[in-house]
């Protein structure tokens, strides 16, 4: 089944997958990859630098900048925060923006805020509103300001 693209969504990107579906209002620009089968909710804007694998749920509200990299089967909670740059300032882009990758599996609760250059290990959760200032172990899950771990579940 092909993609499904709602009329008031502005996808540039030829790179949609199969199955996908896109919702009112969101933004796809040119160079994103989208995977398939993934549910990309109202209101989401989409880098051009930004890659999101298969069966990726992304709610409203989420922004994606350059330098993200969602892998398979990902949920990003609504109106979660993902940052690409540690010190930004109008108009002054650095060179090359951070990587921020979420691993497969991995879940992010509404409203947590994700700082640049982080990796989210396999399976992780992301408790909601959390402030995630460091990488976080694959099956880990972290809660709070900063986010500290407060369970560990097996591979």
Known sequence: MPAFVHPSAEVQSPSVGDGTRVWQFCVIMAGARIGRD??????VLIENDVVVGDN??????VQLWDGITLEDDVFVGPNATFTND???RSKAYPERFARTVVKRGASIGANA???PGITIGERAMVGAGAVVTRSVPAFAT???NPARIVRRDRA
């Open 38 to 43: 993934c549910n990309i909710c109202a209101h």
């Open 142 to 144: 972290v809660v709070g």
């Open 86 to 88: 540690l010190r930004p």
């Open 113 to 115: 805020t994700i700082l």
């Open 56 to 61: 990726v749920t992304v709610k409203s509200g």
